[in-house]
Nanobody
Framework: QVQLAESGGGLVQPGGSLKLSCAAS????????MGWYRQAPGKERELVAI???????NYGDSVKGRFTLSRDNAKNTVYLQMNSLKPEDTAVYYC?????????????????WGQGTQVTVSS
């Protein structure tokens, strides 16, 4: 089983910055996709940013130009740098990954979600 450890959420004023981290641990053979989604109260979960194994990134329209997703392959970790934060960025941010892992001697493709980290943008 793979564990996702999220960190970096908190309270920030509009226009400020935060950096989220998500580290995957376990017997991981390869990571196909890894990134972040978010869910605000009363709204559906939406894409923030993801990065593929080839390094291609995909951003949600509302964060393009403000958020940057990067990764450290050696640490199975992704980082989400969030700049120019707005009150509408307030949400619970969830790390997600689709990967290949070794369980009981067998290779398995699996999808994992983190527990979520709260980001609040308010003055």
């Amino acid at each position: 089983q793979v564990q996702l450890a999220e960190s970096g959420g908190g309270l920030v004023q509009p226009g400020g910055s935060l950096k989220l981290s998500c580290a995957a641990s376990g017997i991981i053979l390869s990571i196909n996709v890894m990134g972040w989604y978010r869910q605000a109260p009363g709204k559906e979960r939406e894409l923030v940013a993801i990065i593929t194994s080839s390094g291609t990134t995909n951003y949600g329209d509302s964060v393009k130009g403000r958020f940057t997703l990067s990764r450290d392959n050696a640490k199975n970790t992704v980082y989400l740098q969030m700049n120019s934060l707005k009150p509408e960025d307030t949400a619970v941010y969830y790390c997600n990954t689709f990967l290949r892992e070794l369980i009981d001697g067998r290779i398995r493709s699996s999808d994992y979600w983190g527990q979520g980290t709260q980001v609040t943008v308010s003055s």
